[in-house]
């Protein structure tokens, strides 16, 4: 399976805007679960976080089957609740960080195509959190697909009777 957490470290550790804007390599269990992010919100300002569960499908494509998880990353960055300069600085950068990280995943997907093959750089979604998430935190989060192939070939073994 596709270390997507370590590919994602890497990709925050190499970056120069997440290193100049001090975005520290969290991970989470999705939106309802932020315990990594609350862990270091009093001592970090920026966060680069992968959630560590995924949404998945199994579906069919050209006679062979894939399981699709659908990996969520959010950029978030703390700002001064009291002026809009700070808020709209802060959601600028976590959009111009988005933007670097999708131009890397296309360029990797080219790259290192017999790793990453199943990459889906091609339709990414994002959302932007905006508001006063998480008390003077703004950002985005984008979702990237990745298909892998499974083995979905009945084997007797593994049942009673058959």
Same mark, same amino acid.
């Given at each position: ?53 995924? !949404? %998945?499908? &199994?579906?069919?494509?050209? $006679? ?5 998880? /659908?990996?969520?990353? +959010? *950029? ?37 195509? !017999? %790793?990453? &093959?199943?990459?889906?750089? $091609? ?5 932007? /959190?905006?508001?006063? +998430? *998480? ?28």
């Amino acid at each position: 399976m596709f270390d997507y957490i370590q590919f994602f470290r890497n990709i925050s550790e190499r970056n120069r805007l997440a290193r100049e804007k001090g975005f520290s390599f969290t991970t989470c269990s999705g939106i309802a679960h932020l315990e990594g992010l609350l862990d270091e919100l009093r001592t970090r300002k920026a966060f680069f976080c992968v959630s560590d569960t995924c !949404e %998945e499908a &199994t579906a069919q494509r050209g $006679g062979a089957w894939f399981k699709r998880r /659908l990996v969520t990353v +959010f *950029l978030l960055h703390r700002y001064d609740t009291r002026s809009r300069a700070s808020y709209t600085a802060a959601l600028d950068t976590c959009r111009e960080l988005f933007r670097q990280v999708h131009s890397y995943l296309l360029r990797d997907s080219v790259r290192r195509q !017999e %790793e990453i &093959t199943y990459l889906g750089v $091609g339709e990414i979604k994002s959302q932007e /959190l905006g508001g006063q +998430f *998480l008390n003077g935190c703004t950002g985005l989060l984008f979702m990237l697909p990745v298909d892998e192939p499974i083995n979905l070939c009945f084997e007797p073994t593994e049942w009673e009777g058959e």
